[in-house]
């Protein structure tokens, strides 16, 4: 006759199993997260997109602060707090929140003043007061709005593309995408080799001038839509070098 309950093996055995379940199930519950990070990552970043269509039909250009000839600057210059800037101060952006990844450590910056009762109220988390009722456009202005180098914005997720881009550019021209950076090889953590340190550890999202967004992870250099051409600073045939918000670009 078998007593009831478990024998020494039985237990070590639903022990096991209740421990790979918990295991599968944590896992499981981290990629969902990602995943949704990384889709309301895109949203933001195609109302961005969307935002600036608006802002070129109305100026014929997107938000550039250099001659179009010419780049603006990389992520130790204030070019992409003041080019999304411009697309709340000229209204085509109500939604501040959409300018943080909410898979990042960044935070949004509360509006003192409703954006829909005075868009040109809007500051960063470091502007001291809201600038002055103004024509001037956040490109230019001198007002204190918080505007800083992307590498030191803590509620700005977003890079702003350095090359000049019209309503006659490719439809393939990035316009902004994750601020993030390629984690270097390390011998004491391989496996951190080749993972994003941003907003994202896998990958970068992009948004392109028809607000369309491309997931892209670091990849061989065969490819010519990797993380390494995104950051460069110099233009090649294969490469749509210019985008802005890899940090050390």
């Given at each position: 006759m078998r007593l009831s309950g478990f024998t020494s093996l039985e237990a070590l055995l639903v022990s096991a199993i209740l421990g790979l379940a918990a295991t599968l199930l944590t896992a499981a519950c981290a990629s969902a997260a990602k995943r949704h990070g990384e889709e309301r990552c895109a949203n933001n970043l195609r109302r961005i997109a969307m935002a600036a269509m608006c802002y070129s039909?109305?100026?014929?250009?997107?938000?550039?602060?250099?001659?179009?000839?010419?780049?603006?600057?990389?992520?130790?210059?204030?070019?992409?707090?003041?080019?999304?800037?411009?697309?709340?101060?000229?209204?085509?952006?109500?939604?501040?929140?959409?300018?943080?990844?909410?898979?990042?450590?960044?935070?949004?910056?509360?509006?003192?003043?409703?954006?829909?009762?005075?868009?040109?109220?809007?500051?960063?988390?470091?502007?001291?007061?809201?600038?002055?009722?103004?024509?001037?456009?956040?490109?230019?202005?001198?007002?204190?709005?918080?505007?800083?180098?992307?590498?030191?914005?803590?509620?700005?997720?977003?890079?702003?593309?350095?090359?000049?881009?019209?309503?006659?550019?490719?439809?393939?021209?990035?316009?902004?995408?994750?601020?993030?950076?390629?984690?270097?090889?390390?011998?004491?953590?391989?496996?951190r080799q080749g993972h994003m340190a941003g907003n994202h550890r896998e990958c970068i999202q992009v948004t392109y001038q028809d607000a369309h967004v491309t997931r892209i992870e670091p990849a061989s250099e065969l490819d010519w839509l990797t993380t390494h051409n995104i950051a460069a600073t110099e233009r090649r045939p294969d490469s749509p070098a210019g985008y802005l918000g890899v940090l050390g670009d």
């Open positions: 039909d109305d100026k014929r250009f997107f938000p550039h602060r250099a001659p179009l000839r010419e780049r603006d600057g990389g992520v130790e210059s204030d070019t992409a707090a003041r080019a999304l800037r411009a697309l709340v101060h000229y209204t085509y952006l109500e939604d501040t929140e959409s300018f943080v990844c909410p898979s990042s450590p960044d935070e949004a910056s509360p509006a003192e003043v409703p954006i829909t009762n005075n868009p040109r109220s809007f500051t960063w988390a470091g502007g001291r007061e809201p600038p002055a009722p103004s024509d001037e456009s956040p490109l230019y202005s001198r007002s204190d709005a918080g505007d800083r180098p992307l590498n030191e914005m803590t509620d700005l997720s977003y890079g702003w593309t350095r090359v000049s881009v019209t309503t006659n550019s490719p439809p393939m021209v990035i316009l902004a995408g994750d601020k993030a950076r390629v984690v270097p090889e390390r011998a004491d953590e391989p496996a």
